[in-house]
């Protein structure tokens, strides 16, 4: 069987995603209806339901929509089915996951339990005659929110938890539950899911270092501190003093040198952003730098910043409001790619008053959470918040692991080759046979299992070595959507920090 998702009629952050997981599909040929039985799966978010019942009709494998609960509602009473019973929280399935026990019954799902994280996320499968439909339902349009973000804390194990201001909506786990579910469909029909990996070798190190008006001498001792491991970070400049851009960054020719602000600031218009960039850039050409990347203020992101971010000519940018610990990828319309970042810095961890070897136990436990789940690592640092003992423990680990470091830049013209690089695939028996090679390693997920492999034609599937992985990062919702009295402290910091500049 040639293994593809046929699509139709999908929202782009569907398809975002697919692109993300570096999952084949193609749009279905609505006037080749008979062809469509080639595809393994067809995932669709169209709301006409007689579409749905054309394709079910014709199509002979599982069906998955997507779609926002009301609409599923719809379609129960269309179909007369009896709307399906919660047999099993899918929260307790991920944790103990038994794929067959699953499948074995109709299920409704919460993510997440009551927490309020999911409520809004539901799996639901349907047994319509002989067909096989599923429905997730997710209500897309509301779940991309790129413009709001608020503050969350995050997991760790101990009792106060660090916390920042990101992107509010849950894109990172929206992305796996759409993979896991077109996971345990297809191994319904016990059948592999074989994408491409997110990183190019086994583990991936990224630095970043926003510059943030720290002096030149804090900067010239992390610079130190990279080269004695060598780390090649990338360094989001400020423009506020000179001589330190002439007499030290400039001169830093093995790390990548990116643009953070002229003024500490984002707007919320197009005119001033644009300005508050190109008077830093100007300043920045004078030394014959020309940063490829920016990453803004606070991590802070609008429409009107993208704008800016296009028309200043940038081909990345980072912005944990907009997106953080996820795989890259573009705001709509743009082709200026969002890589997101693991948002906690130092910085934060010490106003949840972590002692360093909290904040080092903390970071070494995200590098191993991250590298089992063949996701990129990618830390940030402020000079001024020196801690370069903290710093050092984790060059430490990462030299440790064998870790690959790149650049954003790099990992951006990694990221943009994997984009080109077609993946086909057949499946005959118990073989995956590579039609199209993409010539990066490759994810093989199978009975709730993962194993990376590189090979080069055909590779028995059932003989690889699978490793449990988890499906989420770690996380503790109860607690980490408790309230804490601190974020009136925190907003208070922010308000004033704002005023300064
Ligand atoms: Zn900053």
Redesign the pocket.
């Known amino acids: 069987m040639d293994f593809k998702i046929g699509i139709f009629s999908i929202h782009p952050f569907l398809e975002m995603i697919l692109k993300q997981e570096g999952i084949p599909f193609e749009d279905i040929d609505q006037d080749n209806f008979e062809l469509i039985n080639k595809y393994a799966l067809i995932i669709t978010d169209y709301d006409e339901s007689d579409m749905i019942e054309l394709i079910s009709e014709k199509f002979h494998n599982e069906i998955l929509v997507i779609n926002p609960t009301y609409i599923a509602k719809r379609y129960f009473e269309l179909l007369k089915t009896r709307t399906p019973r919660i047999t099993i929280p899918l929260s307790e399935f991920y944790k103990n996951p038994s794929f067959k026990s699953a499948l074995d019954r109709s299920f409704l799902a919460d993510f997440y339990g009551d927490s309020g994280l999911f409520k809004d996320y539901k799996v639901i499968r349907i047994k319509n005659n002989n067909e096989n439909i599923y429905m997730l339902s997710i209500s897309l349009e509301e779940s991309f929110l790129f413009d709001k973000s608020c503050r969350k804390q995050f997991f760790d194990f101990r009792k106060e938890l660090p916390s920042e201001v990101v992107g509010k909506k849950y894109i990172y786990e929206i992305r796996n539950i759409i993979l896991q579910t077109i996971n345990i469909i297809l191994y319904s029909k016990n059948i592999p899911l074989i994408h491409k990996s997110y990183i190019p070798q086994n583990s991936l190190f990224i630095f970043r270092i926003?510059?943030?008006f720290c002096t030149k001498e804090e900067a010239e001792n992390l610079y130190k501190l990279c080269q004695k491991y060598d780390i090649k970070a990338t360094w989001?400049l400020?423009t506020y003093n000179e001589k330190t851009i002439r007499e030290l960054y400039a001169k830093m020719a093995d790390q990548e040198l990116g643009f953070?602000?002229s003024r500490?600031l984002v707007f919320d218009n197009y005119e001033e952003n644009f300005q508050n960039i190109q008077s830093g850039l100007s300043i920045l050409k004078k030394h014959g730098i020309k940063p490829k990347g920016y990453?803004a203020?606070?991590g802070e992101w609008n429409s009107y910043l993208q704008k800016a971010i296009e028309k200043s000519g940038f081909l990345y940018s980072s912005e944990f409001s907009y997106d953080y610990d996820n795989l890259p990828s573009y705001p709509i319309a743009s082709n200026v790619l969002q890589i997101p970042i693991h948002p906690i810095s130092c910085g934060r961890l010490r106003r949840s008053h972590y002692t360093d070897n909290e904040k080092i136990a903390y970071y070494k436990r995200v590098i191993d959470e991250k590298i089992d789940r063949n996701e990129p690592v990618i830390l940030y640092h402020?000079p001024h918040h020196k801690k370069l003992n903290v710093i050092e423990e984790i060059f430490r680990y990462v030299k440790l692991k064998k870790m690959q470091n790149l650049t954003m830049n790099n990992y951006r013209i990694w990221w943009q080759k994997r984009e080109k690089r077609k993946l086909e695939y057949v499946l005959n028996k118990d073989k995956i046979f590579l039609q199209k090679n993409p010539k990066i390693p490759l994810i093989i997920d199978y009975e709730g299992k993962r194993v990376i492999d590189n090979f080069s034609e055909s590779v028995k599937y059932k003989d690889l070595e699978y490793k449990n992985y988890p499906f989420f990062l770690k996380n503790d919702p109860k607690r980490q959507e408790k309230w804490n009295w601190r974020n009136w402290l925190y907003k208070y910091e922010s308000w004033k920090g704002r005023r300064k500049v």
């Open positions: 926003d510059t943030d989001f400020d953070h602000c500490h990453a203020p606070f402020h």
